[in-house]
T-cell receptor, first 112, second 111 residues
């Protein structure tokens, strides 16, 4: 069966520091991969999605970037974090179009 | 108009009650529809897909009305463990299987 791993679970970082969140999927090939952010009391906002290695689409202009160096690995990065980057970051995968997405456990990021 | 709209609630119901949530969506080209459940400070989890003919999974029934562009979720015989936020989700155009999530309806089942 397919599983998705995301780490770390929680992270506290100072303003201006770099960020790297990693997500890996097991048990499937060529998944669609997604990064979302959920601010406190808000809905899920799609940040990036990828349909294949090296293929990244950005949904909103922001301080973050994403990379997909391997088929089942998706990384969210920032060179300098802002206070507004705080939130709950979720990685998800889906098999193909019109299929449901399945989420990792999420990373709760606090910027001080 | 928001792409997906839900009543935020909370819906406070006694254990054993039947409760229904509605959701409207704006993109008539949406092809797939889902209900997710999200517990406090946890990731969303797929509850069920919503099919044009309507579908049932135990105590949960989902309905789709394409003409009126709304989706419903009915929960019968509510349990304390059903307390959560229920997210209405629809696909949107553009490829890559992008989903639009509603902000959710909060359900609290009480003794």
């Amino acid at each position: 069966s397919q599983t998705i791993h995301q780490w770390p679970a929680t992270l506290v970082q100072p303003v201006g520091s770099p960020l790297s969140l990693e997500c890996t999927v097991e048990g499937t090939s060529n998944p669609n991969l997604y990064w979302y952010r959920q601010a406190a009391g808000r809905g899920l906002q799609l940040l990036f999605y990828s349909v294949g290695i090296g293929q990244i689409s950005s949904e909103v202009p922001q301080n973050l970037s994403a990379s997909r160096p391997q088929d089942r690995q998706f990384i969210l990065s920032s060179k300098k974090l802002l206070l507004s980057d705080s939130g709950f970051y979720l990685c998800a995968w889906s098999a193909q179009d019109n299929q449901p997405q399945h989420f990792g456990d999420g990373t709760r990021l606090s910027i001080l | 108009r928001k792409e997906v709209e839900q009543d935020p609630g909370p819906f406070n119901v006694p254990e054993g009650a039947t409760v229904a949530f509605n959701c409207t969506y704006s993109n008539s080209a949406s092809q797939s529809f889902f209900w997710y459940r999200q517990d406090c400070r946890k990731e969303p989890k797929l509850l069920m897909s919503v099919y044009s003919s309507g579908n049932e999974d135990g105590r949960f029934t989902a309905q789709l009305n394409r003409a009126s562009q709304y989706i419903s979720l009915l929960i019968r015989d509510s349990k304390l463990s059903d307390s959560a936020t229920y997210l209405c989700v629809v696909t949107r155009a553009g490829g890559g299987n992008k989903l639009t999530f509603g902000t959710g309806t909060q359900l609290k089942v009480e003794l």
